[in-house]
Every structure is written in structure tokens, then in C-alpha cells.
């Protein structure tokens, strides 16, 4: 990321309410956030995304810290005359208006000529693929298609910045997979930078180029979304994105001791080890090397298996295996099998 | 078997109830609309249909003079309410909640609580003093004291309506590049223009209708067509002041119906 950061957050701190009762949503939260980039706040609901969020946008004034935009200070500047539109959650579509004059009305009140706002909320409705619906009233419309109005009415103004509040949370699964690869779409095609909130990890993983984990008003990690599903900075990112084993460990010159005395070479530094259950290999108990494990379940994904295992000083692991084909390697409650890592896959992290 | 849920209109006696009540309410101006028709000189021997009492009404210089002042005040009395109600309404939604917004709402529904006949007395009183310092004897005096205890009759369906308008769409319009007059002219009073329209009829509707304050307030030669009316009865009843009432009621009631379809919840 050597371009210019379209968004710079420089030690935001956001407090609700007054003295010792306030509430810091945001904690000390700085990043910056490049040129034409998709880049996700994920946190759990009340980690302070969407009111970074609402920050960038200036429905909100930071307590302390500072907002730029394209390098310009943007902190006491009122929402109207920022370069960022947002797509809120509930839409807000203005429900006296058209479907064609809620997209132009961004231009209107910017005074655009109105031979400009016409060409742009044609050329909008192209984008979304609703030209038919240019005349009708927005609550005549289905959800899927009252969210691409909100998005076509935020992108018409060319904005800097697009800043997409949860907005794909009111749709059903189908809707909501078909909007992501839309979404993406039109990220690429306009090349205008993407801001998006959401608490669904798989959602950030498939659409971003970074991610930012919020956790208790605070940025846990910043990282491309194979960095922060492989290499997680701490326990709150390597749980809340996919699933992970935890292996509380003491580190010796040889490596990651267990509770066992088994000894692992792993990465990183601290006292947890994390694996990802899919990472994990199974194999006849006794052959080889692997830590001895017992089968305590299997659970059945059609995918693939869960096989749920404990240590013989009684910690819990996951393995996450292949669907046994034709009755194939399948695995029964009691059953003993040796655990190996995949190489590379085991890595120290602090608590 | 289904437990039987408690329903009023299964009590005994509910229709007759019922039936007793609404005639009660509706009897007597039912008696006073069919009497307006009355071809003879009483309120109360029927003689014979005729639609001359309306024509005298209409032909009486002093009814004509009495409707003119009433529209007059009514019409300014409850555009000053109206527009005092919206602002109030907007100033105390529209924001984050205030110390001594409770008080504001006193304030503001003041005249609902204060007795009508009090309010009457002060205002006697007051303008007095300023009629003497000033000179002015116009209908200005009435207008203020119209829009004063009209504009809690406005506030209420404003503010209704207002608390039930999503923040977020000012918000988005704010994002879209609008300054806080343009949020206002293009999405705000638009949305709340309904609640507007309804506030401004029930407050006209409001000022057409009052006595008391206007008996005390008004000067020599100021009536309206209720303070008339109310004049009238002192001397003989004749079925013209059975006309100007039907009259009045069947404006009343289609302000009503109009102020019903403004307000009434969409499905």
C-alpha cells in the first residue's frame, strides 16, 4: 500500500456520555485506509465500527483525535460538505421521492445542471440494473432492489469514499451472496474507495483487500484477509475469524512445550497456540510421530468432518477432515489416533 | 374447548347502553339541523319544510359581517399557531433531549390546562393596557389570542407525526450534500407536510368554534359568528340561528373528516 490513504483516523478517541460514566465506543483507533481500496471494519455488534464509521461520515465529532480525507482535515467539517456517501443499514430512502430522484438527489443539492443529473441517474440505474424502475415510489420495491437504489443514489456524486454500514445484513442468504459478488462489481468498476461495516467474518474475508478486527472500541489487527486468517496478532482475532484450536503452551529453546511434554516448533511468540482444525491430520494411534489423542465425536458437515478429540492431559481439540468417500477413513467415539500439523500451521500468540 | 375472551359488547345491556348514548349526543343536534328547515317562526313547532332561514341568514348584514371576522381570525390565528406548533414540534424532536424540555411542553400546552375563563380575564386585562397606550382596536387583538390557545390543538399531530419520521432520512439527505435549510425544504417538510395540513385544521377549526375568550377579548362591533350566535339567544330563538349552527357544523365536520384522513395510520 504505497498510495496515497484516501482516509487517515489518527488517535480517535469517541466517548459517550459525561465523567466517570462515559462510554469510550472508540479507544485510541488510528489507521489509514488507501486509494481505491475495499477495506472492512469486522467487530462484533458494539466494538465501535459503526461509529468509526459514522465518524468518517461527520454524523458524529470525535472526542479527541483526528479524520483526513485525501490529506485534508476533515474532523469539524459537517457530512454535508465531506466527499463521502454512505449506504446506511436501513436504507433511508426518501419515501416522497422516486426511485430516479432519490439517486439524483445527491447532484440536485449539489446544484448540478440538470441535463448532468438526468445523464448520471440513467447511467446510475444502468449500473444497478434498474432502469425500469426510474418512476416508481422506492417503497414499491423489494428489499434487494431498495438496496440498489441506496447504493446507486450514493455512488451517483462520485464520492471519494463510499461507506457501507451493514448493508447487506437485511437480505436473505441468496440475495445477500448475490449483492457481495455486485457489490465487489461495482467496487471495481468505479474504483472509488470502499469502507464497509460488518460483524460477518465471511463476508469480509471474500470481498476485502484489508480487513481491520475491531474489538471494545479498539483495531485488533489490520491485514490482507489471508494474513489475518493465517497469522492473528491474539486470542480475539484467531477465535472470531474461523474456528481455532488453543493450546495453552510454555516456550523453551526447543520449542512449544505442552502440557503432555509433547514439543512443538511453532512461529511467533506468547503462551497460546493456535492451529486451525482444518490444518490438523489424523493418523493410526501409535505409528509415527503426532501427540496421542482420543475421539470424543464426529460430527457430519457433508463437506467435510468434525472430529472432536482430547489430549491425554484432557485438552480439547477439533480436526476438521475430508468426507470419508464410499465408507472410507472414518473415526469412531473412543477411538485413539496420533495428531500431526500441517507444516507451518501451529503458531504462538499472546493471550 | 377455547377459554372465552372477556368482550364488552357481550354484557347484558350493552346495546340498549349503546343506543341510549348515541342518542343522547346525537338527538339534540339532529333536532337543531331538521328545525333549521322549519317554514315557521319556532324552534321547536314544526310547520313545514323551507330553506328560507338560511337565506335570511345569508341576507343579514351582521351574520355576513360576523362569518367574515370569523374566517379572518380563524384563517390567521391558526397560520401563526401553525407555524409556532411546527417550530416548537421540530425543536423539541428533532434534537437530543434537553433539561427543561418538560417544561417547554408545559409551556406549550399551557392553554390546554389553564381554565378557559382565566385565560379570558388576563387577556381582558392585559390588552386593556395596550389598547390605551397603543390606540389599535383592530382584530389583531383576537388573532393573538386565537393563535395562543390554538397552537397546542397544532403541536400535538405535528409532533406526533414528526416522532414518527425515521431520523436517518434527515441524516442521509445531510450525507447527500444538503445544508440544514435544503434538509428541511426537501425532506423534512415534505414528510411532514400531512401533520402540518392537520395541525393548521383542527387549529382553525378550534379558533371558528371559541366563546369565551373571544366574548372578553373582542371590542364594540367584533363579533363572531359564535359570539353572535351566543348575542341572539339572548333575544328571541328563531330556526336562522338553526341555519348559521348547521352551517358551522357542516364545515366543522368536513375539516374533521380531512384532519382524520391526514393523520390516520397507513396499513
Redesign the interface.
Known amino acids: 500500500m504505497t498510495q496515497k490513504a484516501a482516509i487517515t483516523a489518527q488517535k480517535i478517541i469517541k466517548a459517550f456520555g459525561q465523567g466517570a460514566a462515559a462510554l469510550r465506543a472508540l479507544d485510541d483507533v488510528s489507521v489509514d485506509i488507501a486509494t481505491g481500496e475495499f477495506f472492512t471494519l469486522l467487530g462484533p455488534s458494539g466494538c465501535g465500527k459503526t461509529t468509526l464509521l459514522r465518524l468518517i461520515a461527520g454524523f458524529e465529532m470525535p472526542t479527541a483525535g483526528k479524520i483526513l480525507i485525501d490529506g485534508a482535515d476533515v474532523t469539524e467539517m459537517p457530512p454535508n460538505r465531506r466527499p463521502v456517501n454512505t449506504v446506511f443499514q436501513s436504507y433511508a430512502l426518501f419515501p416522497h421521492l422516486t426511485v430516479a430522484e432519490n439517486i439524483g438527489f445527491g447532484l440536485k443539492m449539489q446544484g448540478r445542471p440538470k441535463a448532468e443529473i438526468a445523464a448520471t441517474t440513467a447511467e446510475m440505474l444502468a449500473l444497478v440494473k434498474l432502469e425500469a424502475m426510474a418512476e416508481r415510489k422506492t417503497s414499491q420495491l423489494s428489499g434487494g432492489q431498495q438496496q440498489r437504489v441506496a447504493l446507486a443514489r450514493a455512488l451517483a456524486p462520485r464520492p471519494k469514499v463510499l461507506l457501507l454500514d451493514e448493508p447487506l445484513s437485511a437480505l436473505d442468504l441468496k440475495l445477500r451472496k448475490e449483492m457481495q459478488v455486485e457489490l465487489k462489481r461495482l467496487q471495481l468498476e468505479t474504483g472509488i474507495t470502499f469502507v464497509f461495516v460488518t460483524h460477518d467474518q465471511e463476508e469480509a474475508l471474500t470481498m476485502s483487500d484489508r480487513i481491520a478486527v475491531m474489538s471494545a472500541g479498539r483495531i485488533q489487527q489490520v491485514g490482507a484477509p489471508r494474513d489475518i486468517y493465517t497469522r492473528p496478532v491474539n486470542r480475539f482475532v484467531a477465535s472470531f475469524i474461523g474456528e481455532t484450536n488453543f493450546l495453552p503452551v510454555t516456550a523453551t529453546p526447543q520449542g512449544a512445550r505442552l502440557s503432555t511434554g509433547d514439543v512443538i516448533a511453532a512461529e511467533g511468540e506468547g503462551s497460546v497456540l493456535i492451529v486451525r482444525p482444518e490444518q490438523l491430520r489424523l493418523g493410526p494411534a501409535g505409528v509415527g510421530a503426532g501427540l496421542a489423542a482420543t475421539v470424543t465425536g464426529v460430527v457430519y458437515f457433508g463437506t467435510d468432518i468434525h472430529v472432536n478429540l482430547e489430549l491425554s492431559d484432557g485438552t480439547a481439540l477439533t480436526a476438521r477432515v475430508p468426507s470419508p468417500v464410499d465408507g472410507g477413513a472414518d473415526f469412531t467415539t473412543g477411538q485413539p489416533v496420533a495428531v500431526t500439523f500441517q507444516p507451518g500451521a501451529a503458531r504462538l500468540i499472546r493471550e | 374447548m377455547a377459554e372465552r375472551r372477556f368482550e364488552v359488547s357481550r354484557l347484558p345491556g350493552f346495546a340498549s347502553v349503546a343506543i341510549a348514548v348515541f342518542v343522547l349526543l346525537y338527538l339534540p343536534i339532529l333536532t337543531l339541523v331538521v328545525f333549521s328547515f322549519n317554514s315557521g317562526p319556532s324552534v321547536a313547532v314544526w310547520e313545514g319544510w323551507s330553506l328560507h332561514w338560511y337565506a335570511d341568514a345569508w341576507n343579514n348584514e351582521a351574520v355576513k359581517g360576523a362569518t367574515a371576522r370569523s374566517l379572518i381570525i380563524a384563517t390567521c390565528a391558526s397560520a401563526i399557531a401553525t407555524t409556532v406548533a411546527t417550530m416548537a414540534a421540530l425543536g423539541t424532536t428533532r434534537r437530543a433531549a434537553f433539561g427543561g424540555q418538560t417544561f417547554i411542553y408545559v409551556v406549550i400546552n399551557q392553554p390546554l390546562m389553564v381554565p378557559e375563563i382565566v385565560t379570558a380575564v388576563a387577556l381582558l386585562i392585559l390588552f386593556g393596557v395596550v389598547k390605551q397606550a397603543t390606540g389599535y382596536q383592530g382584530l389583531g387583538y383576537l388573532i393573538l389570542a386565537h393563535a395562543a390557545f390554538c397552537t397546542p390543538f397544532a403541536y400535538l399531530p405535528i409532533r406526533a407525526r414528526l416522532e414518527g419520521m ?1 431520523l ?2 434527515e ?9 440544514p435549510w ?1 434538509t428541511f425544504r ?2 423534512t417538510l ?2 411532514l407536510a400531512p401533520g402540518i395540513a392537520a395541525g393548521a385544521m383542527l387549529a382553525f377549526v378550534i379558533s371558528l368554534d371559541d366563546v369565551v375568550i373571544t366574548e372578553f377579548v373582542k371590542s364594540g362591533g367584533q363579533d363572531t359568528l359564535p359570539t353572535y350566535m351566543l348575542g341572539q339567544m339572548r333575544r328571541a330563538i328563531t330556526p336562522e340561528v338553526n341555519a348559521i349552527s348547521t352551517a358551522l357544523l357542516g364545515l366543522t365536520v368536513i375539516l374533521l373528516t380531512l384532519f382524520f384522513i391526514l393523520t390516520r395510520k397507513k396499513n
Open positions: 425515521d436517518s432520512l441524516t442521509a439527505a445531510t450525507d447527500l450534500y444538503a445544508n435544503q426537501h425532506v415534505p414528510l
